[in-house]
């Protein structure tokens, strides 16, 4: 395992990784941790630390999916959100109410270029949501009984039908109108917190395969936009699933990857059935499947750069 | 110059007995009058009844649309046998309006049409009390009808298409359509007359409660006439505090427990309560207290607002039942929330710390009493309470060029968000008249099976009967109603006539409330039947009258 980023701060940590999308070309990529924001432009082989507003925890980061028309980033920090139009040179502060908010994950719309809408998930404060690139932010909490959001993901037809989930401590919520609104599931109450959410399309039909990461009860599913739920993978899965990724595969087929606590499990049936792929000494934070790669953020260590398979 | 009558007040009728066939040939002499009179507003082109005004003869008469409000402003009628059916349906409609908010006229026109159609079938010998068990019998063949049709509403725009079906007021209805894609069926929305000549919406995070700070000492940002509390703790109290030294054990525990900033709710304080907590302001460091009184009108309202506040906050209530009071005050008794705020008519809480899955279960609670709960008072006030615990809150403000315009809109807005709420909650069904013309099919078999004569009686009037709210409306916008029939059995779709687009349309583009058009036909069947089975009419010397609308 190769650390490409080295933290100097034992105490310091990576707290979400995220890349371009046309990172098989440009390479660029972004590793948010608690020392601040750094970005590589080699594909993770050398990292740059960038000169945000001041060296902040930044704890999530998210890259415009248009980013090789528009160069946005957005990176969370505590109590403001970032953006940067010009791949993280210079940066201006969207400012939230206090007491500042803990931000704990951040997402862009598929089609940003020409909504510009912005989820933000807190840890105490629910969702805020932008829709006019980030300048501003409104808290979306209605019908969201828990406020501890752990995680959002937005639905694979989110053009259409404007779905997201959120996770969190006690439960897990859907919102049908772009998170206005958010009512809660079926989740297993005693499955609580859901800590990372993957949404896969269902082959040819409309539905939305959910698989959520729980920290003691391993992997859940539905099928059924969060009504009823299984469990996964049980014999491979034991501790907290602290991430999953979904990436797609050169025939459009997708690969799940959840990030464990000995390292990483892979799975090429939407959650079926799952294999290690990778087993990391240390404790991983985030992850980053890419295409030739895995970006890997390892506490106290760094960013590792690792072989895909 | 003819002398003007005075308004009759009360009325001496001779004592007296009215047997068949006149009992129910006057009942539908009453029905038909009021239904007379209601019929017009039904359908999205409808016309209006102009109404004498109750409190004064002379004033210019009051203009209606809706056909609830026409019915709850007719006390009697002429005749005596008359008043009688006149009075059944009135408590219909009246029932239908103030429950569903819509729907009133459809009943209306559904009552007639049953009742007179029973009232033939036993001119020739039927059964009473047999063709309303039919009649029952055939309802329920219906309401599963409707409910093969029923389709769940979702988005703004289809909402807001619900809406316009309702008021027919289009911006008016997109309004409302974003507003209930939001707050859903339970969500607090405040409807409210504004100063502006236009409709705008404005949404308020957190919880709020109509009752303010005790003093304007305790005001900190004095531009915005408001204190802001961030990470407060919160004590609430039921009961009413007059001794300043009674506060001191719930200042020391807050500050034993680094609390910086307290936000006190208790049922009164005295002004020497409030002056030992202003005191505490400007002598303890690092710490800020504000008070505000409990909020609710009635101890029920009270009882009701300490239970939600402890759920939202965490916080166990110092209760005066218990024999409580702030010298027996512990740390449990503190609830936390990320943000408090206070103005000298309001409070609110954003954040609130309690357990969340607490809070879920206080909501899922309150949500079946509304569904058990057949009060209409009783209802509006658990809503009320759902809203709040929501997280948030909507207002719609209602402007317009003259104090009577924004009054009618407002009254119109109030309705449309009452069946808006029914649809959220229960589905949306064709509308225009089209989801009763399509439910027959699920009679069709027990007309044709029904060997029985009541029973193949009960099933053919209910059958003609659900035709005709559709006829009304066809008729109401001009058109002749078999002709139109007969364009959509023609067309042989599922379908109906838009009389808005004066079109063919698909079932999903004219949309109604189903719960509205359940209760509409359920209530019209009971209705009915219950006057069906009526055989002698009694008259007192006196009847009692109504004083007011009402």
Redesign the interface.
């Known amino acids: 395992m190769s650390v490409t980023l080295d933290l100097a701060n034992a105490d310091d940590a990576t707290y979400a990784l995220a890349a371009s999308p046309d990172f098989a070309r440009d390479g660029i990529c972004f590793a948010a941790c608690g020392s601040g924001l750094y970005r590589s432009r080699d594909g993770g082989e050398s990292w740059r630390k960038l000169r945000t507003s001041s060296e902040l925890v930044t704890t999530a980061v998210a890259v415009s999916p248009a980013f090789a028309q528009d160069r946005s980033v957005f990176a969370a920090v505590k109590g403001g959100i970032l953006r940067s139009g010009d791949a993280g040179e210079t940066w201006f502060t969207a400012a939230f109410p206090a007491p500042p908010p803990v931000f704990s994950s951040l997402l862009g719309s598929p089609d940003f270029e020409r909504d510009g809408f912005l989820l933000a998930a807190t840890i105490e404060d629910g969702v805020f949501s932008s829709t006019d690139r980030g300048a501003r932010w409104q808290p979306w909490n209605f019908g969201l009984f828990d406020l501890n959001v752990l995680c959002i993901a937005l639905s694979p037809a989110w053009i259409d039908n404007e779905t997201v989930y959120a996770g969190t401590e006690t439960g897990f919520y859907r919102s049908a109108n772009g998170g206005r609104a958010w009512r809660h599931t079926g989740f297993p109450a005693e499955c609580a917190p859901a800590l990372c959410i993957a949404c896969i399309k269902d082959g040819d039909s409309r539905a939305t395969r959910l698989i959520v990461g729980t920290e003691q009860h391993g992997l859940l599913a539905s099928c059924d936009n969060g009504e009823t739920w299984e469990r996964l993978a049980t014999d491979s899965i034991t501790g907290a699933v602290n991430q999953l990724h979904v990436s797609s595969r050169g025939d459009g087929s997708l690969t799940v990857f959840a990030l464990v606590e000995e390292g990483i499990l892979r799975s090429d049936d939407a959650g079926v059935t799952w294999t290690e792929t990778l087993r990391v000494p240390g404790m991983p934070t985030a992850m980053l499947p890419l295409a030739d790669r895995i970006l890997l953020g390892v506490d106290g260590r760094g960013v590792a750069l690792l072989p895909s398979r | 110059m003819s002398e003007e009558k005075p308004f009759p007040t009360q009325k001496t009728y001779q004592p007296g007995i009215v047997f068949q066939p006149e009992a129910h040939r006057h009942i539908g002499a009453g029905i038909n009058k009021l239904v007379a009179a209601i019929r017009p507003t039904l359908g999205p082109t409808p016309r209006t009844v102009a109404m004498t005004r109750l409190d004064d003869v002379r004033k210019t008469p009051e203009v209606l649309d809706s056909g609830g409000i026409i019915a709850r402003k007719v006390i009697e009628m002429g005749r005596r046998d008359e008043d009688m059916g006149a009075m059944l349906a009135r408590a219909l409609i009246c029932a239908q309006h103030e429950r569903m908010g819509d729907g009133s006229a459809t009943a209306a026109v559904l009552l007639q049409a049953i009742y007179s159609g029973g009232v033939h079938y036993l001119a020739s010998g039927g059964n009473a009390m047999r063709l309303r068990h039919y009649l029952e019998r055939a309802l329920v063949a219906a309401l599963d009808g409707l409910d093969e049709l029923t389709e769940p509403v979702?988005?703004?725009d289809e909402l807001a298409k619900v809406a316009e079906s309702i008021c027919h007021d289009r911006p008016l209805s997109k309004l409302l359509g974003e507003i209930f894609?939001?707050?859903?069926a339970f969500?607090q929305l405040d409807v409210r007359k504004d100063h502006s000549r236009i409709l705008r919406r404005e949404y308020i995070?957190g919880m709020f409660w109509n009752s303010g700070l005790v003093s304007r000492d305790m005001i900190t940002n004095q531009k915005e006439l408001q204190t802001v509390y961030?990470?407060p703790a919160i004590v609430i109290a039921d009961f009413q505090i007059t001794d300043p030294r009674q506060i001191m054990p719930m200042l020391e525990l807050a500050v034993d427990h680094k609390v910086e900033k307290l936000l006190l709710i208790a049922g009164e304080l005295s002004g020497d309560a409030i002056a030992g907590l202003t005191m505490a302001n400007g002598k303890l460091k690092n710490f800020e207290v504000m008070a505000v009184t409990g909020p609710g009108m009635n101890p029920d309202d009270r009882q009701d607002a300490i239970e939600d506040l402890a759920v939202v906050t965490g916080g166990l209530p110092l209760l005066k039942v218990t024999g409580q009071n702030l010298r027996d005050i512990r740390w449990e008794n503190f609830g936390r929330a990320?943000?408090a705020w206070a103005s000298p008519h309001n409070f609110g809480i954003i954040?609130g710390k309690g357990?969340?899955?607490h809070?879920?279960r206080h909501?899922s609670n309150l949500q079946t009493q509304y569904e058990r709960t057949d009060d209409a008072e009783n209802r509006g006030r658990i809503r009320a309470r759902i809203g709040k615990l929501?997280?948030?809150s909507a207002t719609l403000w209602i402007g317009g060029l003259s104090e009577s315009e924004i009054e009618a809109r407002k009254e119109l807005a109030e309705a449309t968000a009452d069946a808006m709420r029914a649809a959220v909650r229960d589905g949306v069904l064709p509308g225009g008249g089209m989801s009763y013309l399509n439910c027959r099919r699920r009679l069709r078999p027990h007309l044709n099976d029904a060997a029985d004569p009541d029973e193949r009686a009960a099933y053919r009037i209910l059958y003609e009967a659900l035709a005709e709210p559709a006829r009304t409306i066809y008729e109401n916008a001009g058109y002749e109603p078999g002709e139109v029939l007969g364009w959509i059995a023609q067309a042989g779709n599922r379908g109906g006539f838009d009389v808005i687009r004066e079109n063919l349309a698909e079932c999903g583009s004219l949309l109604d409330a189903a719960a509205v058009q359940k209760m509409a036909l359920k209530n019209a069947v009971m209705t009915a039947g219950m006057a069906l089975t009526i055989d002698v009419l009694v008259h007192h010397r006196t009847p009692e009258i109504a004083r007011s609308p009402g």
Do not use: H, Q, T
């Open positions: 979702a988005g703004k894609d939001i707050i859903g969500g995070e961030e990470e990320r943000r954040g357990d969340p899955r809070l879920r909501v929501m997280g948030g």
